[in-house]
């Protein structure tokens, strides 16, 4: 970074001498955008690195401390630059122009990383992975054919001969075959050559996690929060980015990633802890560059240092308490949002409680079912037509239904279904043993 700075200088050095045209000014700039692009990854892969060591025990712990090292490092490597023209050298329209620069250049780097180079390093690996399968099965043929010639010998010396002749005839076919089937998979690869949906998508890369996608937009409101009043079109500039950022996610996940899993989650986690950090620095920094460019001078004259400072100070209170007002005044939350949650949970605990009554009545129409059936069955004529038992002969109560159904002793009956006056007369006459010596 400092190279590039000590270029700047001599390319602007050249053109105040009027030696090159103006435009020049911009290379080292992008030459400093491609810079933070390339080492962004290695930062990360550093991040990362020390969050392994650390061995966290649970993957929310894991990902929160991921998150913090990822934000300080690229903040470190993405406005460092910045800084250093705003508070060293102090140089408003120098840190105009290289805002403007690696805002717009970091935008087409990160759409291109993103988008058009996934989808051509997956098409030159679909064709590479097509042409193979036609070699493959070229080479098959060519097996199969050296197979069925060797068979054909009959002789072993003719067989050696054969061989070789065969050799250089196939080798000069697999030549001029290969360059036929070269030329035919350029006009008619799709129909001789083809993959299943579902192959393709398996050769896809996965979609890891969302941290580079959140980490985009981290610096992206950086970009905008914190020098605002140095280049205020870089809202413009955000909100142009977004737009095309909607379709270049959609057409990646659509065709270089494999389909991802959603996860449902309560909130963004400590991304939204950043970006509210992300807000409080924006003010510190937007006020700062509000007492180095003079405007508080131009706006009251002969004010000294010490009031101008005391000036910023107060200003900047005022402004941060202002944020946090409307922070805790606006809902995280919608009411209208708050009232459909309400509306799907009451209407959730009705149902269920439709759903319990309709079980129990369910369950008491079933056992007044087989109560009624019980007693039909009870009260049938066969059960009714059962004559008495002759002596001796029982039936055992568990077993009358099955002799009722299939019509089996009809003159038998349970023990406690003989009649009463039989058991009496047959213990009248039977006789006490007082009784019997008497006679």
């Known amino acids: ?86 508070f060293y050298l102090q140089d408003m329209a120098r840190l105009r122009a290289t805002l403007a620069t690696l805002f717009i250049t970091k935008q087409i780097i990160g759409n291109a990383k993103e988008a058009i180079l996934p989808y051509i390093m997956e098409k030159v690996k679909m064709y590479h992975m097509t042409y193979k399968m036609a070699e493959e099965n070229i080479n098959l043929d060519e097996d199969s054919e050296d197979n ?46 083809t993959l299943t949906q579902a192959e393709v998508e398996s050769c896809m890369k996965t979609y890891e996690d969302t941290f580079d996608d959140y980490l985009e937009m981290l610096i992206q409101f950086g970009y905008v929060i914190l020098f605002s009043s140095a280049f205020p079109l870089a809202g413009i500039c955000a909100l142009l980015n977004n737009l095309v950022e909607i379709r270049t996610d959609a057409f990646k996940l659509c065709t270089s990633l494999q389909r991802p899993f959603g996860q449902r989650v309560e909130n963004i986690g400590t991304w939204q802890d950043a970006m509210e950090l992300m807000g409080v620095i924006g003010v510190l920094v937007n006020f700062g560059l509000l007492g180095i460019s003079g405007q508080i001078e131009h706006a009251f004259p002969g004010v000294s240092t010490a009031n101008v400072i005391m000036i910023i100070v107060v200003l900047e209170h005022i402004t941060l308490a202002c944020k946090f007002a409307i922070a805790y005044a606006i809902p995280d939350i919608p009411h209208w949002v708050s009232l459909q949650m309400a509306k799907l949970e009451f209407n959730r605990r009705e149902a269920l409680k439709k759903l319990d009554q309709a079980v129990l009545a369910s369950a008491k129409e079933n056992k007044e079912k087989i109560t009624k059936t019980h ?24 077993m009358t239904e099955t002799a009722a159904n299939f019509k089996l002793y009809a003159g038998l009956r349970p023990v406690d279904e003989v009649d009463k006056d039989y058991l009496n007369e047959d213990f009248q006459n039977s006789k006490p043993l007082d009784e019997k010596k008497d006679d």
């Not at 009870?378 to 002759?390: H, N, V």
């Open 1 to 86: 970074m400092l190279s590039i700075f000590e270029l700047q200088e001599y390319v602007n050095k050249k053109i105040d001498e009027e030696q090159i045209p103006g435009w020049v000014s911009l290379v080292p700039k992008v030459l400093l955008g491609i810079c933070i692009n390339i080492t962004e990854d290695f930062y990360k892969k550093i991040a990362k690195w020390l969050n392994d060591m650390e061995n966290y025990r649970l993957q929310e712990t894991y990902e929160n401390h991921l998150i913090i090292k990822l934000v300080v490092v690229q903040f470190i490597n993405n406005f460092l630059s910045l800084f250093y023209v705003a």
């Open 148 to 193: 069925e010639n060797l068979n054909e010998g009959q002789d072993e010396i003719d067989q050696k001969n054969e061989q070789h002749e065969q050799k250089d005839e196939h080798s000069e076919l697999f030549n001029a075959r290969k360059k036929s089937t070269f030329h035919s998979l350029k006009k008619n690869e799709s129909e001789m050559f």
């Open 375 to 398: 007693e039909e069955h009870c009260s049938s004529p066969t059960m009714k037509e059962l004559k008495k038992p002759e002596p001796g002969k029982v039936w055992p109560t568990a």
